[in-house]
């Protein structure tokens, strides 16, 4: 084998090596999403609105209801959406300890989001980026502002 050819291939080794090493740290590193829950596996959703209405939705035969004797119209894809913030990417973890609830919007918090009687509180949205406080037990997230949950059309007050 030419010289050139063997420090090509001892090029190569090391750069792979090095990517895998990366991969793998970048993994480990890796902070996770808000719950351990499957989306898709979530059946039970509770939106609790500071002073205003609480909604209450089950998944039955594989669609959303509503369960708190409302006969409005459940919109599907918004109930698919608050079921997949549980797997919303987390930017960072603090212990809530670090933190005054009210300067993060948490006391109270504007909207209480449980889903399999896992609750989320969602604050105020940071100051760094888009992304916003959330509440998991005794940890704070930032998550990314989408993943807010909306209100019902039907509980969204008309502009006059």
Do not use: C
């Not at 459940?74 to 933190?99: C, I, K, N």
């Not at 105020?124 to 998550?143: C, F, I, K, Q, W």
């Amino acid at each position: 084998m030419k010289r050139g050819t063997l420090v090509f291939v001892a090029i190569a080794a090391a750069l792979l090596a090095g990517a895998g090493w990366q991969w793998r740290h970048d993994r480990a590193q890796a902070l996770g999403s808000l719950l351990d829950l499957d989306p898709a596996a979530v059946q039970r959703i509770d939106l609790a609105w500071h002073g205003g209405v609480t909604e209450h939705y089950a998944r039955r035969d594989g669609h959303w209801q509503a369960v708190d004797g409302t006969t409005l119209p459940v919109d599907e894809g918004r109930l698919e959406d608050l079921a997949a913030t549980a797997a919303a990417p987390v930017q960072s973890w603090r212990p809530l300890a670090e933190f005054d609830p009210a300067r993060i919007g948490l006391a109270p918090p504007p909207v209480v989001l449980t889903l399999d009687g896992q609750a989320l509180s969602f604050g105020e949205v940071a100051v760094t980026g888009p992304l916003r406080y959330v509440r998991a037990g005794d940890r704070v997230a930032l998550v990314p502002i989408r993943f807010t949950p909306r209100p019902a059309k039907a509980n969204t007050a008309k502009a006059p």
